[in-house]
């Protein structure tokens, strides 16, 4: 098979840029990869573990000669990235990024770049809470989604060369408007995210209930929280500075509703609760039917 | 190895009290076991699978001759089946019960037993988002905590011996007073299931957002609140209308938070942001350190 870029260069080389080098090397997609961090620690871990091919000092020097330029930085971090790396961009070069919120990515990046070169936005919906250059693997990306929201106007071939890319990965691709795509992912991801980040920090807040016994007896359904309330603090804040709208959006409704179900317990309206309750359990079947995740008890966790 | 109890009854023939009976069959820790349930498809299927060595139509046959009664029903119900079986109890038996809210049970089911029967209620940590006589497994209880909450003045040896049946079905056995167990499961286990139910309907709700792709982009964090949302509805309705004091007190402390932190991304404070998500990641940390859960990426699930 071909290789669909000559050579792509991961600027940020944490969970997404790692999996994404070790997806496209499984996949035989490009001929090259290159890649930087901003941290020593980071660059030297990833050239011990060939993380990339080649691991530059700068993102000037990785993107040279690049024809992918991949942004894997936090949010708050793209700005500064894209007016580095600008003046050094290959002639008809693609950038693409994976940050969490689109708008505000265009936002930051669009302005820097050169009119030689295709800037579609991209974001693969996978994760996990670990991070850092050795959290990567091959596999995360398979069968998990990825939306690009490409500009008005994007050259129709480098959108196909990108969603090939994305398809090799293993990912589906779909493409969606930044507006409508933040609004999905305050939905799916980010007020979740908030709500678990707020519920492991009442229990680590509440000493009557001590540490001890919130870890112990966190069986119960409180450690499902934890996963999510563990993802990288700095990608997180930033998510939240920049999808503020959407978020606070989601959150009003999500408050609105908490109110009428504590307004229910209040009350003791069982019918209300048990009506709830029975509603939320189809969607998870939607769910499982749909691929995105194992209908296994417990997620088929430790040893069953 | 000697049985622990000769016979083991259980009313309500859901995924504990299956899981229970597995267990104790593993462990070879029972002599024989009973059960009934109220619906007669349960019942049969029960009988199908050989869940209990025999099934009886009523809960009065069921504890006929039972050294060991285990109320495995959902808290609404706890009250009408005590008053049921109370005649028909064996001299000495142990009555314990699997509840989530203890005092509640205690209020319920204390009244109607006979002085020559040891009541030690009891609430095994454990549990998985299926339900029904086919969910149970013999493992369920390994590594986790089960809570007993004997009542002053309980025989030391039924203790000792109830506590002696937890332990050879995997579980580690915690003793402790009905309330600070409820307060602990309202922090640990209650408010987290409102919460979940509630981020689902929200997402549930919101047409704007379809069901489709509320369900196709769930792998960003939304899915895993899904998996306790489709816990049983009527345990649940009884759990929030039992415990209402704790659950609404820690509403109340995660409402207070998650406005503070509604605040922060309103007003654009990273700085509180950055700190509340690092502090909140020691506390999986300590999880997994307990043995608690898996530090494996996204819990092990799916294909890796």
Redesign the interface.
């Known amino acids: 098979m071909t290789s669909i870029y000559q050579r792509a260069a991961f600027v940020g080389l944490g969970l997404i840029a790692g999996s994404m080098a070790l997806a496209m090397r499984r996949g035989g997609l490009v001929a090259e990869t290159t890649g930087t961090a901003r941290s020593p620690e980071t660059r030297t871990i990833a050239a011990e573990i060939g993380l990339v091919d080649r691991v530059t000092d700068t993102a000037a020097e990785a993107v040279q000669g690049a024809d992918l330029v991949v942004l894997c930085v936090p949010m ?1 971090a793209m700005d500064a990235v894209a007016a580095e790396i600008a003046p050094h961009l290959a002639h008809g070069a693609t950038v693409t990024d994976v940050g ?1 919120v689109k708008q505000a990515v265009i936002d930051a990046v669009g302005p820097h770049l050169p009119d030689h070169t295709h800037f579609i936005p991209g974001h693969p ?6 991070s850092g250059p050795r ?1 990567g ?1 091959a ?1 995360l990306f ?1 069968n ?2 990825t ?1 690009l929201t490409p500009p008005e106007g994007t050259d129709p071939q480098a959108l196909d060369r990108l969603t090939r890319l994305w398809q090799g990965m293993g990912a589906q691709v ?1 493409i969606m408007d930044p507006p409508h795509h933040d ?3 305050a ?20 000493r ?2 001590t ?1 001890s ?19 990288d ?2 990608m ?3 998510v ?2 920049t999808n ?1 709208d959407a ?2 959006e ?2 009003g ?3 609105e ?2 109110f009428a ?2 307004r229910a ?2 009350r ?1 309206d ?1 019918d209300h ?2 009506d ?6 189809a ?5 499982i039917d ?1 691929g ?3 209908d ?9």
Request: charged content about 25%; hydrophobic content about 40%.
């Open positions: 708050g969490s919906l996978a994760g996990t809470e670990h959290a693997f596999e398979d998990r989604w939306i779909d609004l999905v992912l939905v799916t991801s980010h007020t979740p995210h908030l709500i678990a980040y707020t519920m492991v920090g009442v229990a680590d807040d509440l009557r209930v540490d016994e919130v870890i112990k007896y966190s069986a119960a359904g409180f450690r499902d929280f934890t996963r999510i309330a563990a993802s603090p700095t997180w804040r930033d939240f500075l503020k978020t606070l989601i959150l409704r999500f408050t509703e908490l179900l504590q317990i209040r003791g069982g609760l048990h709830y309750f029975t509603r939320t359990r969607i998870r079947r939607g769910i749909a995105q995740d194992t296994a008890p417990d997620f088929g966790r430790g040893k069953r």
